[in-house]
């Protein structure tokens, strides 16, 4: 693990409630004046994510994801502080969707996030992803990682989105 990184492990079913807060907490300040006010303020925003989190640790149509957290600690406890999960391509010619990596603002520039996508994708795995645009610190990531846009793009819920892909090869970053 990067020095001065989280602990990062395989998400349990015990981790929703907290999977759900960072989910939560990360698109209310990475999207805020991106996405419409109304979702990400929506009194029942934190339970949705919940039951979706308890949904992908628990029920078997998820059993091929790789969900991982990461936790630092905070006084004498450890807290989750992000979240990733990857799973099988649903378009693109890849072996991998990211489909979800999200870390607390405090724990950007930490180390985390890499190690959050490494245990979710492997370098060598060919993989894509979807990420809001405009997101320049996120884009920035992922080109640091091999993902370069391959000129699709979508709308979703009002936000646009690339599509960005990387071929599987061995990266030494």
């Given at each position: 693990?990067?020095?001065?990184?989280?602990?990062?492990?395989?998400?349990?079913?015990?981790?929703?409630?907290?999977?759900?807060?960072?989910?939560?907490?990360?698109?209310?300040?990475?999207?805020?004046?991106?996405?419409?006010?109304?979702?990400?303020?929506?009194?029942g925003f934190i339970a949705?994510?919940?039951?979706?989190?308890?949904?992908?640790?628990?029920?078997?149509?998820?059993?091929?994801?790789?969900?991982?957290?990461?936790?630092?600690?905070?006084?004498?406890?450890?807290?989750?502080?992000?979240?990733?999960m990857a799973g099988p391509?649903?378009?693109?010619?890849?072996?991998?969707?990211?489909?979800?990596?999200?870390?607390?603002?405090?724990?950007?520039?930490?180390?985390?996030?890499?190690?959050?996508?490494?245990?979710?994708?492997?370098?060598?795995?060919?993989?894509?992803?979807?990420?809001a645009d405009p997101n320049?610190?996120?884009?920035?990531?992922?080109?640091?990682?091999?993902?370069?846009?391959?000129?699709?793009?979508?709308?979703?819920?009002?936000?646009?989105?690339?599509?960005?892909?990387?071929?599987?090869?061995?990266?030494?970053?």
């Amino acid at each position: 693990m990067t020095q001065g990184a989280a602990r990062i492990r395989r998400a349990t079913p015990s981790d929703a409630e907290a999977m759900a807060r960072v989910h939560v907490e990360s698109w209310r300040r990475t999207y805020r004046g991106v996405m419409r006010d109304e979702v990400l303020d929506d009194p029942g925003f934190i339970a949705r994510r919940e039951a979706f989190w308890t949904a992908v640790l628990t029920e078997d149509r998820f059993a091929l994801n790789r969900i991982a957290v990461a936790e630092a600690a905070v006084g004498d406890t450890a807290e989750l502080v992000g979240i990733a999960m990857a799973g099988p391509a649903i378009e693109h010619h890849a072996e991998v969707q990211l489909y979800v990596l999200y870390l607390l603002d405090e724990h950007h520039g930490s180390g985390t996030g890499n190690d959050l996508l490494a245990a979710v994708v492997a370098p060598h795995e060919s993989a894509t992803l979807w990420v809001a645009d405009p997101n320049p610190r996120a884009q920035a990531f992922y080109r640091k990682h091999g993902f370069v846009p391959d000129g699709a793009v979508q709308v979703d819920d009002g936000v646009r989105e690339l599509r960005l892909v990387r071929s599987g090869t061995d990266r030494h970053d």
